[in-house]
């Protein structure tokens, strides 16, 4: 990782117990000219927006044009 003036990454975080993965959440949190932060990115959020109980795979996502936007989502696969 490194910072730049456009950015888009994407990582795997963690497995979970779950082998199955039918079901996705995704949970997001934004930034807009470091004036306005909102948002909840949170694996529990994730887990509720995608209706899942049992988590297979974390993984997250980030997007930042510089100083000017910037999102963090943690998106969950599992059942």
């Known amino acids: ?3 730049a003036i456009f950015k888009i990454d994407q990582e795997p975080v963690t497995l979970g117990p779950s082998p199955i993965f ?10 807009l ?4 932060a909102g948002g909840d990115s949170s694996l529990i959020h994730a887990m509720q927006k995608g209706g899942i109980s049992k988590v297979g795979v974390v993984d997250r996502s980030v997007t930042n044009i510089f100083l000017v ?3 963090v ?5 599992g059942e």
């Open 1 to 3: 990782m490194g910072s």
């Open 33 to 36: 000219f470091g004036l306005y």
């Open 22 to 31: 039918v079901k996705k959440g995704e949970a997001c949190s934004i930034n």
């Open 69 to 71: 936007y910037g999102q």
């Open 73 to 77: 989502c943690t998106i969950v696969y």
